[in-house]
């Protein structure tokens, strides 16, 4: 998008007492979050719930400062990016839950919509969305394949939860005037990698770069890890997490890619708009 650097975050800028740079972007994400609140909340994580709160204050910081006129066509030309889910069908599978699985994609979905709703009631019109990666062929889950395959079972998840996602910003559009969208298909991005790695270049895209054990992915990333020399040649940077060069790709895709990956436009296209 042309910005030397990713929007830095919303706590450190507010401890910092930078409020003003808030205005040119900024970062709300929490690591290990979800859309549920319940997900993650064993980490200390910032819920989703948490991070509009912090958004809305934003919002009325910037009318402050800009006038009311100004903050609301500021806040309507911005893009939010969102990028969510995995953790919670994470956590429906540690936790072994009992809910029918249609039941809790229709929860997460709900909850989606709660959110989106929210975000445009404070004046957001422009949303970057990404779906669910294939969560099931994360070095991670992996190693509880014997053989050393893809879980299935949470990439019938995955698929479920884009499809689903698909249906409720199709809904939304037509229900919220002036909403824009562009929804990353982030399981066809990284199972198309999956099954031709050789296009991309990489060696791995079963085995974490950095960790312990079987596929290296049996412990986390820490300084005493197994570390790989050559981290662009794969897929996964540690159990859970794509290295750097599987980002760049990804971001790459997300912008300029077609419908294959991104619909109903790409995020450049709904950058422009």
Request: charged content about 15%.
């Amino acid at each position: 998008m042309g910005r030397q650097r990713s929007p830095q975050p919303y706590l450190f800028l507010q401890k910092a007492g930078l409020t003003n740079r808030m205005f040119s972007g900024i970062n709300f994400a929490s690591g290990a979050s979800g859309l549920l609140d319940v997900t993650g909340k064993e980490l200390n994580i910032v819920s989703m719930s948490d991070q509009i709160k912090q958004f809305e204050t934003v919002c009325s910081n910037l009318t402050l400062v800009k006038g009311q006129d100004a903050a609301k066509n500021m806040l309507a030309k911005s893009m939010i990016a969102i990028s969510v889910g995995s953790n919670d069908i994470f956590g429906y599978f540690e936790k072994r839950s009992t809910v029918d699985p249609l039941v809790f994609i229709g929860s997460l979905m709900a909850a989606y919509e709660c959110h989106i709703n929210a975000l445009y009631e404070l004046g957001a019109r422009k949303f970057g969305i990404i779906s669910v990666p294939p969560i099931g062929c994360c070095p991670s889950q992996r190693i509880y394949n014997s053989t050393g395959g893809c879980l299935e079972i949470e990439n019938t998840f995955a698929r479920a939860f884009h499809s689903s996602l698909d249906a409720l910003l199709k809904k939304l559009t037509s229900k919220l005037s002036g909403l824009k969208y562009a929804l990353g298909n982030s399981y066809e991005m990284t199972i198309n990698v999956i099954n031709h790695p050789k296009l991309f270049n990489f060696k791995s895209v079963d085995t974490a770069c950095c960790g312990e054990g079987l596929l290296n992915a049996e412990k986390t990333c820490t300084p005493q890890a197994k570390l790989c020399s050559d981290r662009d040649t794969y897929l996964f940077w540690d159990l859970y997490h794509p290295t750097q060069y599987a980002s760049e790709l990804a971001a790459t895709t997300l912008y300029n890619g077609g419908p294959q990956f991104v619909t109903p436009i790409n995020f450049a296209q709904l950058a422009a708009y």
